[in-house]
């Protein structure tokens, strides 16, 4: 079993930064692939960023070079920096781990953009 616990979630005014922190328990951390999600009212859950064990990344095209998802096994957490924010941004974002096929999530952390 893993449990993840996301932080870093809040108001921030558009083109503002937030840096949203997952940490994961367990000791296979460095296997996952680690993701982030994003949900906002009314809208389905939708990918924002993954990073795979090897380090390589995925991105959502609305995110792309705004959005940077890194990983430190050492820590057991998997970051995303969130630059240049915009009001469509807002949502809850959820992170994400599957290893061997299982999928784990976080409660999820509320970003809210303010135009």
């Known amino acids: 079993q893993v449990q993840l616990v996301e932080s870093g979630g809040g108001l921030v005014q558009a083109g503002g930064s937030l840096r949203l922190s997952c940490a994961a328990s367990?000791?296979?951390?460095?296997?996952?692939?680690m993701g982030w999600y994003r949900q906002a009212p009314g809208k389905e859950r939708e990918l924002v960023a993954r990073?795979?064990?090897?380090?390589?990344?995925d991105y959502a095209d609305s995110v792309k070079g705004r959005f940077a998802i890194s990983r430190d096994n050492a820590k057991n957490t998997v970051y995303l920096q969130m630059n240049s924010l915009k009001p469509e941004d807002t949502a809850v974002y959820y992170c994400?781990?599957?290893?061997?096929?299982?999928?784990?999530w976080g409660q999820g952390t509320q970003v809210t953009v303010s135009s």
């Open positions: 994400n781990s599957r290893i061997w096929g299982n999928d784990y």
């Open positions: 367990g000791s296979i951390f460095s296997m996952a692939r």
């Open positions: 990073i795979r064990s090897g380090g390589n990344t």
